[in-house]
């Protein structure tokens, strides 16, 4: 994303405005997350670090999360959070 922070917000692709607002998401250590739609128009690349870093933060911050999808998730990538 540094490659693109001088650019305007309305040159962004769909895939790189979720991935800001994925960002944004995570600003000021939250304990509870709302992602709605995490994955959608993401590359895959983009998808395993999203996996990473849910799972990461969610060990180190022990913060909940709400996920709403369309879209399937992969359960074994988030073993650690599931209840």
């Known amino acids: 994303m540094k490659s693109f922070a001088g650019y305007k917000i309305g040159t962004y692709s769909s895939g790189m405005v979720k991935k800001l607002s994925l960002a944004l998401a995570f600003i000021g250590e ?5 992602l709605d ?3 959608v128009t993401v590359d895959q690349a983009s998808v395993d670090f999203i996996y990473t870093l849910i799972e990461e933060y969610f060990q180190t911050k022990k913060a909940t ?3 709403t999808s369309h879209q399937s998730f992969d359960n074994r990538r988030l073993t650690t959070i599931q209840k």
């Open 30 to 34: 939250p304990a509870l997350l709302l």
């Open 37 to 39: 739609e995490p994955l």
């Open 65 to 67: 999360f709400l996920i």
